[in-house]
C-alpha cells in the first residue's frame, strides 16, 4: 500500500499554517512530524484523517481496502482521549472495539498497555497517562493499516513509551504506515522525517 | 449494524448512568407541569382545558434541554473525531445517537404523562389521544433538534443558538400535537387529522433530520 499526499497547504482561521507539503509513504513506513508549537503538526495529521479539508493539494492512498476511505482504515490519535467519564475502562475499550469494527480481543488488548487490573474501573478516575494508555489501547484491539499518532509519548510513563515503541515495531514490521507527530525521538527510526514551519 | 447497536447501546448508558441526561430532562418536565397549578391558581376547568398544552410545552422544553450535549459532548472529549474514522455512514452514526436520545429523554416523559395528566385534571378519556400525540411527536421534537445540535456543535455556547434555530421547527409539531389532543378541538375537527399530519411531520423529520445533521456535521469539520 502506498499513501501519497502532493501538495499539501492548510488555512486555519484564514491564516495559512503550510503549504506545499508532499510525501509519499509505502507499507512499513514511519514518519515522524515534527515542527514548532502551531506548525500545523496536528492540522497535518487530522487532514490526513479526514477531520479537516486541506485549503488545496490531493491525498491518495493506493491499495488498502477498497471502496473505503483513509479515515476508514486508519486510526486517529489525537490530544483527547475520546473516552467516557461514567464507562468502565473495559466498557470504553468494547465499544471502540465494536464501533470501529475490527473484532479484537478487548482483555488482551488492555493487557498491552498494562491495564488489565483497571478494567472495572470507571475512566473517570484514571490518570492522564492512564488514559492516555486506554486511548492507545485502540491500536492493538482494532487492525488498521495506517496509524496517526499526534504526540503520542506525551503523559506516558517509561515502561508505557517502550511498550508503545514495540506495538508501532511490530506494526511496521506488519506493512503498516503511521505518521507521528512529536517533539522527541520516537524510540525507533523513522524512515522519513517531515519538518513543518519556519527552518 | 453492530457499530449501530453498540453506539445506540453506549449512549444509552451513558445517559442512565449517574450525571447522565435521562434524568435532567424527566425532572425537568416534572417542574414545569407541576409548578403551572400554582401560577394558575385552583381553577379546575381552566387547568383542564390548558393541560394538554402545558403537556406538551413541558416536553418541548425537557427535550431542547439534553440536546445541545447531544454532540457537544462528543465533540469536547475527542470522539466525534473516532466516530467519524468509523466504517458507518455518519447518518447512521446520528440516527443511532438520536434513537438513544429519544429513548432517554422522551420515553421517560411518556411515564409520567399520566401522573401529571391527573394533576392538571385532564379527562381520563383524553389521556389516550393525548399519549398517542406524545409519543408520535416526541421523536419528531429529537430529529428536529438533531439539526440544531450538529450546526452548534463546533460554536461555543451554541446552546443559545440552538434554542433560536430549532424553536420556530418545531411550532407545527405544538401546534398539530396540541390539537390532537385537546378533546375540544378534537370534538370539532376530529382527532384523525391532527394526528394524521402529526404523524407527516414525525416520519419526514425522522428521514431528514440524520442527513441534514450529517452535512452539518461534514459542513463544520474543523
Known sequence: MRLTAHDLACLRGGRQVFAGVSFALAGGDIMLVTGPNGAGKSSLLRIVAGLLRPASGRLLLEGGTKDASIAEQAHYVGHQDALKPTLSVAENLAFWTTFLGGGGEVMSALAVFDLAPLARLPAAYLSAGQRRRLSLARLAAIKRPIWLLDEPMSALDQASQARLVELMRRHRDRGGLAIVAAHGPIGLAPAHELRLGPT | ?????????????????????????????????????????????????????????????????????????????????????????????????????????????????????????????????????????????????????????????????????????????????????????????????????????????????????AAALRHGLD
Do not use: Q
Open chain 2, 1 to 213: 449494524m453492530n457499530a449501530f447497536w453498540a453506539l445506540l447501546i453506549r449512549d444509552m448508558r451513558i445517559a442512565l448512568r449517574a450525571g447522565g441526561g435521562a434524568l435532567i430532562g424527566a425532572v425537568f418536565f416534572l417542574i414545569v407541569v407541576v409548578t403551572v397549578p400554582f401560577a394558575v391558581g385552583p381553577d379546575l376547568k381552566l387547568l383542564g382545558r390548558i393541560g394538554p398544552a402545558v403537556l406538551w410545552l413541558g416536553a418541548l422544553l425537557a427535550s431542547l434541554l439534553a440536546l445541545d450535549r447531544l454532540f457537544a459532548a462528543d465533540h469536547e472529549d475527542g470522539s466525534l473525531d473516532i466516530l467519524m474514522t468509523g466504517e458507518l455512514p455518519l447518518e447512521l452514526t446520528i440516527l443511532a445517537k438520536a434513537v438513544a436520545h429519544w429513548l432517554t429523554t422522551g420515553v421517560p416523559l411518556l411515564f409520567v404523562a399520566p401522573l401529571l395528566g391527573l394533576m392538571l385534571d385532564i379527562d381520563p378519556a383524553a389521556m389516550g389521544p393525548l399519549l398517542a400525540a406524545l409519543s408520535v411527536g416526541t421523536p419528531a421534537l429529537t430529529f428536529i433538534g438533531l439539526v440544531g445540535a450538529a450546526l452548534s456543535v463546533s460554536l461555543r455556547r451554541g446552546g443559545l443558538l440552538l434554542a433560536v434555530i430549532v424553536l420556530p421547527l418545531t411550532i407545527p409539531i405544538l401546534v398539530f400535537g396540541v390539537s390532537a389532543s385537546d378533546l375540544a378541538s378534537a370534538a370539532r375537527a376530529g382527532f384523525g387529522p391532527a394526528f394524521t399530519i402529526l404523524c407527516a411531520l414525525s416520519l419526514a423529520s425522522l428521514v431528514l433530520g440524520p442527513f441534514a445533521a
